[in-house]
């Protein structure tokens, strides 16, 4: 007998660890809601015949999310045979609220009460037999990270499905609203699935539309039902939602007293931190440290910057001579033609070594950061930046993605499903590629070597740029008709910090990691050779053939057609156009084009390699920068391109988002460099149109924007109801 079991819980209650003990998948954990979007299959270990479904996080099941709608519908059709309900135990007065729905619906639930290893050391007790018998269905204990008591759990519901019984729920409604549901059961007996009749009389009964369309109903049915509705509201005045919302908290509240002993050792360790680190005035502070830190450990230029030396051994090292010696020495030796020899030492090695060189430090960055998340800093910035974010009419959820999007602006980009409000959503998509992500470091890591010493700024003003430029966006678009309207209320809760687990913090940094690793030897690689080949073939004397000079290649004639456009901005050579258009390819390819072009016939300094000493003498402080900050913020690389064309779902949002992206970043970097010109005491035509664009953006950022009817998104569930 085959058995599904779906795994179900609020955001943050360890779903995804769950699933990976009872798997041993291995799903990417991470310390904020909204990481698991779309659901996820495996096998119990163990029992081949069981399935477990990972459903995305929820708080209720009221359809207002994505997130709530696809675990409903997962539910109500393809009804799997037991629920694993995951209660975070540290919080359970907020998680049982998804749970009393649960046991609604007819399908046999076995609540796993996780975090058990928290609710300990804090000196917590929880009745678990008393809670049982109060919830109407099995109650084991768990703690997913340490695998304690899960396979115990999925067992169980296991059992429950193979001894045949069902689950009722252990709560009822007032005596009024009963009465009321039991008349509703009456009337849609033979419309609905007998199993969960009670389950939909509650939908019904709280008016849920996306229920009620599911069926097709007379009208007298339709009045009927709205006479039994009608007379509860009005004797109890409230609307039936909160109502059944009301007594669901009451029926909790009790259930909670009676079941759960607090210690009374007052502020546990994470309070007393929290107090520190979400503070109103040092929140900012901390957190640029923070940033700074991460920073500076991996592309600083400090004693500490492991990172920074690793990166500097593999460029000048291993990819500067050791591969390149050996290589040329070998095809010398085997008598490889010259141009073959060409390609493979100026356009392979050069190329895809210059992104490869920066592995180390990337991997130093990932795991970082990815200890940030699983400490649970990482929930912290969301709930910081939720404050700032609000106070500029943005939703606070559209910090997600951006933190995800330090990693890959494609899976940043997807994150931003878990935003309700389709305008929020679009506006999300459309900013989150600013953010650095972990394929534009090299770019930042290459500048902040060759121009400005290392210094680790460089790096965290990139970090901070991009995150400038979602606010300014954000706030630019917010006032607009489009995007016009109130966020949805985000309410996010704070895990308890905890010690990283190590397994995990590898996984996320190899994870990462790999997959840049895995362009080099692919996207980077394919667009090395073809740039060599471009770089290396001209018409010269009017005959196709290879050119000693790449000045005279086709590559520089046709990146010199299209240069003239970047001048104003501040670099406007071949070189620098053509590295800019492969960066659309794929981020690194900014880089490795420096490579290709730069790779040869520098002159090569004590201490720095050779691409590092020709980049220098490219570009300025300020071209560089310009330079920089136009490839971080301009259209990303083709992978984001692609998601943003996937969850805009039409092209003329899709164009209009890469559009945006880029004008807004040919803008920004044309103030950077005639400001950076005009302190030089530059002044040319281009001033005066720089200046026209801080006007505007001044103008466009503190006008007052358009007010239309506020929005009347029913955002209450559970948790602001709460
Ligand atoms: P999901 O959002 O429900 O999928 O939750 P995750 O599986 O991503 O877990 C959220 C965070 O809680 C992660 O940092 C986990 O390491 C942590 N976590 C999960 N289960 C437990 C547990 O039983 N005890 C403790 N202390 N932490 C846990
Ligand atoms: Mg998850």
Redesign the pocket.
Known sequence: MSIRIALA???????????NALTGAAQF???W?G??VEKKEGKLKGSKDVTIT?LP?IYSLSPYTLEEVVSRNYLMEERPDAILN?VDASNIERNLYLTTQLTEMGIPVVVAL?????VRRNGDQIDVRKLSQALGCPVVE?????GEGCVAAAQEAANLVRTGQSTQPGHTFSSRVEQALQEIMDLIGGVVPGESLRWYAVKFFERDEKVLERFQMGEDLKSRLDGIIQAVETELDDDSESIITNERYEYIARVVSGCVKKSRRGMSASDKIDRIVTNRILALPIFAAVMYLVYAISMGNLPFSIGSMATGWTNDVLFGAWVPDALNGFLESVGCAPWLQGLIVDGIVAGVGAVLGFVPQMLVLFLLLCILE?V?YMARIAFIMDRIFRRFGLSGKSFIPMLVATGCGVPGIMASRTIEQDRDRKLTVMTTGFIPCGAKMPIIGLFAGAIFGGSSWVAVSAYFIGVAAVVTSGVILKKTRIFAGDPAPFVMEL??Y?IP?AA?ILRGTWERGWSFIKRAGTVILLSSIVLWFFQGFGVVDGQFQMVEDNNTSLLAAVGGVVAPIFAPIGFGTWQATVATVTGLIAKENVVSTFGVLFGLGAEVTEESSELLAAVGTQFTGLTAYSFMIFNLLCAPCFAAMGAIKREMNSPKWTVAAIGYMCGFAYLVSLMVYQFGLLAQGQFSAWTVVAFAVLASMVYLLFRKGYQGESSRLRAVDAVSAS
């Open positions: 819980g609020n955001p943050n209650c360890g779903k995804t660890t769950m699933f954990v991470g310390n809601p990481v698991t990972d996080g995951l996780n975090m058990m290893d928290i768990t703690s997913a990270v340490k699983d649970g895990p308890a905890h687990k995990n």
